[in-house]
């Protein structure tokens, strides 16, 4: 097993091979989530979009549901998901969030 600590797309372009399926969890691009990171642009999507574009092995995206993030992706496939935050809120319930699973 190998742990890197590199810029998500260094680390994708590096590991990138034929054979190589890329699983890629980026932050929600909403201020809805909990904030315990810092929120993707719409610039962060699209450039996301056109690294994933120029790869040889196949990939998995998480994102947050919206209309932007689905226009981004347009021509894959989808799979809608409600994620339960592993964080709690100051009532010590989690919430709930709605995500989809993309591929190509």
């Known amino acids: 097993m190998t742990?890197?600590?590199l810029d998500w797309e260094r680390c994708v372009r590096l590991?990138?091979?034929?054979?190589?399926?890329h699983?890629?969890?980026?932050?929600?691009?909403?201020q809805n989530s909990l904030g315990?990171?810092?929120?993707?642009?719409?610039g962060d999507v699209l450039r996301?979009?056109?690294v994933l574009d120029e790869l040889k092995g196949k990939w998995v995206v998480t994102l947050n549901d919206s209309p932007d993030n689905r226009a981004v992706f347009k021509g894959c496939s989808f799979k809608p998901v409600?994620?339960?935050a592993s964080m709690?809120?100051?009532d010590g319930t989690g919430r709930r969030f709605a995500e989809i699973i993309i591929t190509k």
């Open 15 to 21: 590991y990138d091979c034929a054979d190589a399926l």
């Open 3 to 5: 742990v890197e600590n």
């Open 82 to 84: 409600s994620t339960h």
């Open 23 to 30: 699983f890629i969890d980026p932050p929600y691009t909403t």
């Open 36 to 42: 315990a990171y810092k929120f993707w642009t719409p």
């Open 48 to 50: 996301l979009r056109g």
């Open 88 to 90: 709690t809120g100051k």
